[in-house]
C-alpha cells in the first residue's frame, strides 16, 4: 500500500448546514467530507492526466465516519485527507475532521473508492501524481 501525503482543506460550517437543534446532519458531513476528497484531488493536480477539468473523481464504495463530537455551526474546521493506493484505481481515503479552535479531533473518516474518468467513462489508473514525494 503506497501512501500520499496529506492534504488540507479549510472551511467554516454555515447555518443551513445545521438541524433545527445547530447540530451537522449526518449528510451535510458526508458533503463536506466529498468536498475535501475532491480538494485534495486539485491539490495534486490529477487534472493534468486528464482531458479536461473536473474529470477524475472519487466514486465511493464504502464510506465509515466515528464522530467524537458533533460539531456546530460557530465551528470552523480543517480536514485532513490522505489517500492510499490499494490496487489499480482502488484507493483507501481517510479523513480527520479538527475543528480550529483547539484542532481536536472531532470525526474521523475512512472511505473505499474508485478514482472514476468521467469523460472517458472509466476507471483511472495513472497515479504517478498521487504518490507521496
Not at 481515503?93 to 483547539?102: G, Y
Request: with cysteine; charged share 30%.
Amino acid at each position: 500500500m503506497t501512501k500520499t501525503k496529506t492534504h488540507e482543506y479549510e472551511t467554516f460550517l454555515p447555518s443551513p448546514q445545521f438541524d433545527g437543534n445547530g447540530n451537522l446532519t449526518f449528510e451535510k458531513l458526508q458533503t463536506i467530507l466529498n468536498e475535501a476528497r475532491k480538494e485534495a484531488l486539485q491539490e495534486i493536480e490529477l487534472y493534468r492526466f486528464s482531458s479536461g477539468a473536473n474529470s477524475i473523481e472519487p466514486l465511493i464504495l464504502w464510506s465509515e465516519s466515528d464522530f467524537k463530537e458533533i460539531p456546530y455551526f460557530s465551528d470552523s474546521v480543517l480536514i485532513q485527507t490522505e489517500l492510499q493506493n490499494l490496487t489499480g484505481p482502488r484507493y483507501k481515503i481517510s479523513q480527520r475532521l479538527l475543528r480550529k479552535s483547539d484542532y481536536r479531533v472531532i470525526c474521523r473518516s475512512n472511505s473505499l473508492c474508485i478514482l472514476f474518468d468521467s469523460h472517458k467513462k472509466r476507471p483511472w489508473k495513472k497515479r504517478e501524481s498521487l504518490l507521496a514525494g
